[in-house]
């Protein structure tokens, strides 16, 4: 999680102009001074951490600062117009209370019914330390995640380098994960290091993407990294640059213990929608099945002549790119010997 984002959920949650002035006053009785008196930058920038429940050591991890400053900044300032406007004594430790929950009590927390259902639904990522995992290794991780809630979650999207998965779950789930985050349990249950886990904001293109497609891919598609092996994930990376775009794949089979892997990628651009379709050799396999028949099919399941290709013997993957325009139906049809299979987004 960043600055911004901090900053966006801490507005998203809370009465941030109320909670300032009431800070600003706090901080006015602390001084003993008759100027009005208003928190600094640094001061926000800290109370959105501690509205997201961050812990100093990842506060300043978040602002690039040092665990001292970041200490000292709380312990000289912050802590002690929070101490002031919840009315605590200087004996008690600040840091042993909830103060989210205590600030919420005050009335500085946003009604949840003035939220609509964001409040139910939670949008989170975690961040693994494990560069360029393989499928199966992903999959192992997904499943110990939906365990450790007792149900199955879907992965959103899938970012590379230190391994990025994102989730949507109710808000219970994400507080129970964060619970075992918090205890340095949740690493031992995925069997990985955890660098970091956070909520995501609804301004995040990751959010949008979905919404926009969320209705796209049919059942069992996922995101590539979990079915593609690392090998075809290489080789398709151009296909995964763009951060706008979305990815989903699936295992098709095709009788005959035949089956391959359908991946699709979608772009928003301005006027249309670029459409990536991609085929990969499944499970152990090299090559694609000699004589694989892939045709994209217009909105009324019509073949589009120049969208068709057929495998031949060292063909190790197809990809066909064409256009629509919003809201525009197609179908991809494969086609091997007796075996038809059509996928319709």
Do not use: C
């Not at 008759?34 to 429940?53: C, Y």
């Not at 779950?169 to 129970?176: A, H, I, L, N």
């Not at 085929?279 to 969208?307: H, M, N, R, T, W």
Request: no cysteine.
């Amino acid at each position: 999680m960043n600055r911004k984002e901090l900053a966006e959920l801490a507005e998203k949650n809370w009465h941030l102009e109320d909670l300032y002035k009431a800070l600003g006053q706090a901080k006015k009785n602390y001084k003993q001074t008759e100027k009005a008196e208003s928190i600094t930058s640094n001061d926000k920038d800290n109370l959105h951490g501690i509205l997201a429940r961050k812990k100093s050591s990842e506060i300043a991890i978040i602002y690039n600062k040092s665990y001292g400053q970041t200490k000292n900044e709380l312990s000289d300032r912050l802590y002690k117009y929070i101490r002031i406007l919840l009315k605590y004594g200087q004996d008690l430790d600040i840091e042993s209370i909830d103060i989210p929950d205590r600030l919420a009590e005050r009335g500085f927390k946003r009604d949840s019914a003035q939220q609509h259902r964001e409040t139910d639904r939670v949008w989170w990522r975690i961040t693994i330390e494990l560069d360029n995992p393989d499928n199966l290794q992903l999959q192992a991780i997904v499943q110990r995640l939906g365990s450790a809630l007792e149900k199955p979650l879907i992965v959103q999207k899938i970012e590379q380098g230190s391994t990025l998965l994102a989730f949507e779950s109710d808000r219970r789930e994400y507080d129970r994960i964060e619970e075992l985050y918090r205890s340095g349990r949740l690493g031992e249950l995925l069997k990985v290091t955890i660098s970091d886990l956070s909520q995501i904001t609804q301004d995040s293109m990751l959010i949008y993407v979905r919404q926009m497609y969320e209705n796209i891919f049919g059942e069992g598609y996922q995101p590539v990294a979990l079915i593609l092996t690392r090998n075809q994930r290489n080789r398709s990376r151009s296909n995964q640059e763009n951060r706008e775009s979305i990815q989903r794949a699936k295992q098709i089979h095709l009788g005959a213990n035949q089956s391959v892997n359908l991946a699709i990628q979608l772009t928003p651009q301005d006027e249309e929608i670029d459409i990536k379709i991609w085929i990969e050799p499944s499970g152990d396999a090299v090559y694609l099945p000699v004589g694989l028949q892939i045709k994209v099919l217009d909105e009324f399941k019509a073949p589009v002549p120049q969208l068709q290709q057929q495998t031949g013997s060292t063909d190790n993957a197809i990809e066909i790119p064409f256009s629509v325009e919003p809201g525009e139906r197609f179908s991809v049809k494969l086609l091997l010997e007796d075996a038809s299979v059509t996928e319709t987004f």
